[in-house]
């Protein structure tokens, strides 16, 4: 008795959301309005430094190598993250 009860309370308070969805907005919100007070949210994109440039291509020389690998059945169970540590790890070694 007390779940029934609790299902037609949670129902009865739902209802108004779900028939009405909520799509229109509210009418007490103003209108936004940008002014050159507010600060710049949005920050440029710095150049990528030459260490981010080589990691870059270390990763995609080494998704490469995944994709053929996993095509010729050849990744001995490892998974892609586990590859990618081992190869990035050889080739930074390796030069």
């Not at 430094?49 to 690998?69: H, I, L, N, T």
Request: hydrophobic share 30%; net charge positive; proline share 6%.
């Amino acid at each position: 008795m007390r779940l029934a009860r609790l299902c037609l309370v949670i129902l009865l308070t739902t209802m108004p959301r779900i028939v009405y969805g909520q799509t229109a907005k509210p009418a007490n919100d103003p209108p936004k309005v940008e002014s050159a007070a507010q600060p710049e949210t949005k920050k440029a994109n710095k150049p990528r430094s030459e260490a981010q440039k080589k990691s870059d291509e270390r990763m995609r020389a080494c998704g490469r190598e995944w994709r053929v690998a996993k095509a010729a059945n050849k990744t001995n169970g490892q998974t892609w993250r586990q590859y990618s540590l081992d190869c990035r790890k050889r080739k930074k070694a390796g030069g």
